[in-house]
């Protein structure tokens, strides 16, 4: 027989159908879905299509189809960016192949290896990505919730409340009062309440400089204190006070009908008062059943999957991790190991050792930066830190202004990691 | 006229103002060597230097811009000046150390610029006492940059295992960014290799002072440097 042209493609639809049979198709490409698209979910969904080079199938579930970074947002607060200069969109993502849904997750069934978004949709993973970042703790500070927000900004998801919060601080009386209820350990970005304070303290300084600033806080030490507090001596004396533990900074309640605080039995009336409650893995990771008793996520220490379920791995803020803080950074070097291990297991690439890092950069004043870091790497326990360095008080001029430049330069580098 | 003369014309109208207000400032060498510590990074100058990853800078004076007998690899932006006539002098070497991309796009000179125009003159002073007319400069002994730390030829030998670079250098990209943007944070691509191991290894040694690089360089081994200096090698 020859082979006509009619012939050839007859065979070939025969074929082609047979290929569409659904058993056939379903195991064609490994899919992963990751839920949550900032700092860790971005990252991983941005890297496990680009290093998959299309041998998997990756989609993206982020609720916002614009993405506010939370970091540099107390720099919003200060004036030093503009609130678009925060706001990112997924583009970039689409663009490296992987699909975006801007849907919320709702629904996770592990048994099914499924995930429920609000609109009923259902997504089949083989892996599952959950980077849903953190939520607030119900009763974590007496008298405030979710619906006291509107009034009592937490502006700790960036966004709509963080401009809320600056609104509220340029419409300050003169002479008036800016509280913040400052969180218990742990949480979102350790030094990221006193850059906040220091941020408001240098808005308050030119627009309204007989304020005062009120620090409530819980702990009794907390990240970069030194260079804090050397900081606001030298920068904005006389205009903050910290309550902390010793004065009943842990016995707090807030009254938002009558902008009324209570430190430890005593009434004290505010003009702003910024709640940062106590907090916990995004909802998410609850619903799916991969948080413990405290409302984090447990995650093996070389590869970021949980503890609990083999299909899933979990990012950032929401991951019980060991040693490193709970921040953008963190996120984005966590993905980059989640990635190769999931990599790994779908496609066979070479699984490297897992290294992790992280900085925190921090701005006190005009170009006073400062900074904390640390190197980790995985121990049968936990991520553990191998080596830290950290900005010393009294610095001169020059490197705290090289610092600040520096943590430009890293807003720009991560945000172009992310999001391409 | 031709088109090469046209477009040097152009560029010297251009450069006219400024080098009319270059020109009345007096150049102190002496200073001029402590600022051009920022530019040692990656030129040398004096006796024994050679090309690294800038083009070394004796007789920059008169020189043809990417001058091809100087073999250095130019990028082509810097190529396509030095074919427009572009020479190396005083007003040009000026404008270029304000800001390289402003005079030639597409250079690889990542340096954002000395603002100062005294600095620039400093620097420019001391860059002429290693070339031919060093005219009313007074002459300053050539100094050779010696490589910040020496390695054993067997680590400069190892060969970097691109895909392993590739994982590692991961944690390099969250804030060094792959198109070579320099803005508060240097851009580390299409480095010579050696290079970028002698100075990775500098950091690892603690000899370059920047924290995070310690860190990051201390916790690598010889190979994983090699890695990943193989990896941003092939980025352009």
């Not at chain 1, 990112?88 to 290896?113: E, F, L, Q, S």
């Not at chain 2, 920022?38 to 020189?63: K, M, Q, T, W």
Request: glycine fraction near 10%.
């Amino acid at each position: 027989m020859t082979l006509n042209r009619r012939a050839f493609i007859g065979a070939g639809l025969a074929t082609s159908a047979l290929l569409a049979a659904p058993t056939v198709w379903a195991q064609a490409k490994p899919r992963v879905v990751v839920i949550g698209g900032g700092a860790g979910g971005a990252t991983a969904a941005r890297y496990l299509a680009k290093d998959s080079k299309g041998a998997l199938d990756v989609t993206l579930v982020e609720a916002n189809p614009i993405y506010t970074t939370c970091f540099f947002s107390n720099l919003y607060l200060g004036g030093f960016r503009a609130f678009e200069s925060l706001q990112h969109g997924y583009d970039g993502i689409a663009a490296g192949g992987v699909t975006v849904i801007n849907a919320m997750a709702t629904g996770v069934d592990r048994a099914a290896r499924t995930v429920t978004l609000a609109g009923g949709e259902v997504l089949a993973y083989d892996r599952l990505v959950l980077s849903p970042g953190i939520d607030f703790k119900d009763g974590s500070v007496p008298g405030w919730s979710a619906d006291a927000a509107e009034i009592m900004p937490h502006a700790y998801k960036a966004g709509p409340q963080t401009q809320l919060l600056k609104a509220q601080i340029a419409a300050m009386p003169q002479g008036g009062t800016f509280a913040m209820i400052a969180p218990p350990n742990p949480y979102r970005c350790p030094p990221g309440p006193y850059e906040r304070i220091s941020m408001v303290a240098h808005v308050l300084k030119t627009s309204n400089p007989t304020a005062k600033i009120l620090l409530i806080d819980p702990k009794d030490k907390y990240s970069k204190q030194a260079l804090f507090e050397e900081g606001w001596e030298r920068h904005y004396p006389g205009m903050i006070e910290r309550v902390g533990p010793e004065f009943g900074g842990d016995k707090v309640e807030v009254r938002p009908a009558t902008m009324e605080i209570v430190v430890d039995g005593t009434v004290q009336k505010v003009d702003v008062c910024n709640v940062i409650p106590g907090q916990m893995a995004g909802k998410i990771a609850g619903i799916a059943g991969v948080t413990d008793d405290k409302g984090w996520a447990p995650v093996h220490a070389d590869s970021m999957k949980s503890k609990m379920d083999a299909n899933v791995f979990i990012l950032g803020d929401a991951s019980a991790q060991g040693d490193m803080p709970k921040s953008g950074y963190s996120a984005n070097s966590q993905a980059k190991v989640a990635v190769m291990a999931i990599r790994g297991e779908l496609t066979g690439s070479k699984v490297f050792p897992a290294k992790y890092s992280n900085t925190c950069w921090s701005l006190i004043a005009p170009d006073d930066g400062v900074k904390v870091g640390a190197a980790y790497e995985p121990t049968p326990e936990k991520i553990a830190s191998t080596s830290n360095f950290i900005s010393k008080p009294g610095e001169d001029a020059a490197l705290r202004k090289q610092t600040y430049e520096e943590s430009i330069g890293w807003y720009a580098g991560i945000t172009s990691d992310m999001f391409g | 006229m031709t088109r090469r003369l046209v477009l040097a014309g152009v560029i010297l109208g251009l450069l006219l103002p400024q080098a009319l207000m270059a020109a009345d400032l007096i150049g102190d060498a002496e200073k001029g060597e402590v600022i051009y510590r920022r530019c040692s990074g990656c030129h040398e100058v004096g006796a024994g230097a050679d090309n690294g990853i800038g083009p070394e800078l004796n007789g920059i004076f008169g020189r043809a811009a990417a001058s091809e007998k100087h073999g250095y690899a130019y990028s082509k932006g810097l190529k396509r000046m030095g074919a427009d006539g572009l020479i190396w002098e005083f007003a040009t070497l000026d404008a270029y150390i304000e800001n390289p991309k402003a005079l030639v796009s597409g250079t690889r000179m990542n340096f954002p610029g000395l603002k100062n125009p005294q600095d620039r003159a400093d620097v420019l002073a001391y860059l002429r006492s290693f070339s031919d007319m060093p005219q009313n400069i007074p002459e300053s002994s050539p100094t050779a940059f010696a490589p910040e730390v020496t390695l054993p030829p067997e680590v400069l030998a190892i060969v970097g295992d691109r895909d392993y670079g590739e994982y590692l250098a991961s944690e390099c990209l969250t804030c060094h960014q792959t198109d070579g943007d320099n803005d508060g944070i240097p851009a580390i691509i299409g480095w010579p290799t050696e290079d970028f191991v002698i100075a990775m290894h500098a950091y690892k040694r603690q000899i370059r002072p920047h924290p995070v690089m310690q860190m990051m360089a201390t916790r690598l081994s010889d190979e994983e440097i090699a890695a990943v200096a193989a990896y941003f090698a092939t980025l352009q």
